[in-house]
């Protein structure tokens, strides 16, 4: 059997693991695939989460990809990167870099178990702020100089690819290096808030086809956390597993314990359980039903008779989920043009599980209405 | 001699083993259980010949080219 067969059926613990820990941040990105914003009263308590790695320990997954939300607004949140790689867990976070100061820096300089994603969706404060809110691109970058200065090695500047960025790939690939940095580009998915600004924000046809052959360019030295594999399907595979994680090597735990399939699918279509239940986390990664479905051979369905299905295994689950097309048909970005006629079938939308938005949004905050140039002048409101 | 670097952690699994370097943070896949085998025997081993002590002769190749490659990345130093 080769090796992407055993990971389709499942392996007794993921490879990596989301953890959000908090759907508090200071930030109201446009895109959040979580719609964060406000804390939930019944987010795990520290207790609970060392709990959490205490199993992650058992079942030897070896790191964690901390978010949020903004993880490190959690008061606890370094008491936890220590309890985790005091326990054999290696934690990367994802930030926008609001509490990254000369003095953390310093600390995250000292553990070589801690990996650290600062966020950017622009290669200029105009691109990035547009999405992420006033200020955030400073914030970012002033991160990432506190990081370089404290001599943390290979710090990762993490982009969601936007219609609004795509052109500033070489730039962004150079403003890692200035920092020491490697480039993470990962994809836009119709998740969360994203879903309200996934026709503005989502790469064009011809960008899909740039962004392809930049990343063929660049091979192993940007990294795409595997999120491009529906890009495959214009001729040879990207770097990485090329396939669909979700329930099988990957999966999501949010901040109130609920596991979910991926982190791009919060929603109870892909709620596998939670870490209080009995069994803990463990039992919901063995034994959920659905999670068994996902380990089920899938039929490729609208996709089978495709001759570029063996590369992109028919896409994003999520992408096609919350753009309301069928789990077995093509991916709304499937780029041999399948995605655009099933879309054009398509009417309700599933919506988002859990909306963490702040009301009335944060001071500086992006405006819905500025992003891209709608193709009609009528009013938002 | 070779053997497994002390910050690399090895998760066996059916299809052979995990392993996870804490200071590269990279992921590597051995597919083979066996390749798992002589990864752990050669801390101990005099040489990696030795280490390969029943592997079939026809096979050795593909074994030292895997090693090769995990000492390039650093799992094994």
């Known amino acids: 059997m080769r090796l992407v067969e055993h990971f389709k059926a499942g392996l007794d613990a993921p490879i990596c693991l989301t953890w959000e820990l908090t759907y508090a941040c200071n930030l109201a990105c446009l895109h959040c695939l979580s719609s964060s914003g406000r804390r939930d009263p019944r987010e795990l308590s520290t207790e609970e989460c060392k709990a959490v790695i205490d199993e992650l320990q058992r079942m030897q997954v070896f790191y964690v990809n901390i978010g949020g939300g903004e993880p490190t607004v959690r008061s606890d949140f370094w008491e936890l990167v220590d309890y985790a790689t005091d326990h054999q867990v290696g934690v990367k976070f994802s930030t926008n870099g609001v509490r990254i100061d000369a003095a953390v820096a310093e600390r995250l300089a000292a553990s070589s178990y801690v990996d650290v994603q600062v966020s950017l969706d622009g290669a200029t404060a105009e691109v990035n702020d547009a999405v992420r809110g ?114 099988r ?25 939670n870490v209080r239940s009995p069994g803990g986390f463990a039992s919901v990664w063995r034994d959920s039903g659905l999670f068994a479905s996902l380990r089920e051979p899938q039929s490729g369905g609208a996709c089978a008779s ?56 944060v001071r500086g905050g992006p405006v819905p209405v500025s992003i891209g140039a709608r193709p009609c002048n009528e009013s938002p409101v | 001699m070779l053997a497994l670097h002390p910050q690399v952690s090895v998760r066996p699994e059916p299809f052979g083993a995990l392993l996870y370097h804490f200071g590269t943070r990279r992921l ?36 030292r080219k895997a090693l090769a490659t995990l000492e390039q990345t650093g799992m094994l130093a």
């Open chain 1, 134 to 247: 006033a200020g955030s691109y400073d914030m970012a970058l002033r991160a990432l100089g506190h990081l370089r200065d404290a001599g943390f090695r290979d710090a990762k500047v993490s982009v969601v690819c936007t219609r609004q960025n795509l052109g500033q790939l070489d730039a962004f690939k150079e403003l890692a290096d200035s920092f020491g940095a490697t480039l993470r580009l990962t994809r836009l998915r119709p998740s969360g808030r994203g879903a309200d600004v996934w026709d503005d924000l989502h790469p064009l046809p011809h960008q899909q086809k740039e962004l392809y052959d930049w990343l063929l360019a660049h091979g192993e030295d940007v990294l795409t956390g595997d999120s491009f594999f529906h890009l495959s399907a214009f001729g040879s595979a990207l770097p990485g597993l090329n396939l669909c994680g979700a329930g």
């Open chain 2, 28 to 63: 590597s896949f051995l597919k083979d259980r066996r390749l798992l085998d002589v990864v752990q025997r050669l801390d101990g081993s005099t040489s990696v010949e030795d280490a390969l002590t029943g592997v079939p002769e026809g096979e050795r190749a593909a074994f």
């Open chain 1, 306 to 361: 495709c001759s570029f299905y063996d590369s992109c295994q028919g896409g994003c689950m999520a992408a096609k989920f919350f753009t309301g097309l069928p789990l077995d048909g093509p991916d709304p970005e499937c780029v041999q043009g399948y995605g655009e006629l099933a879309l054009a079938g398509v009417g309700a939308v599933p919506k988002p599980t859990g909306d963490h938005s702040h009301r009335g949004g």
């Open chain 1, 249 to 273: 090597v990957v999966c999501l735990i949010d901040p109130v314990g609920d596991v979910y399939a991926c982190p791009f699918a919060i929603h109870e279509e892909f709620l596998a359980g």
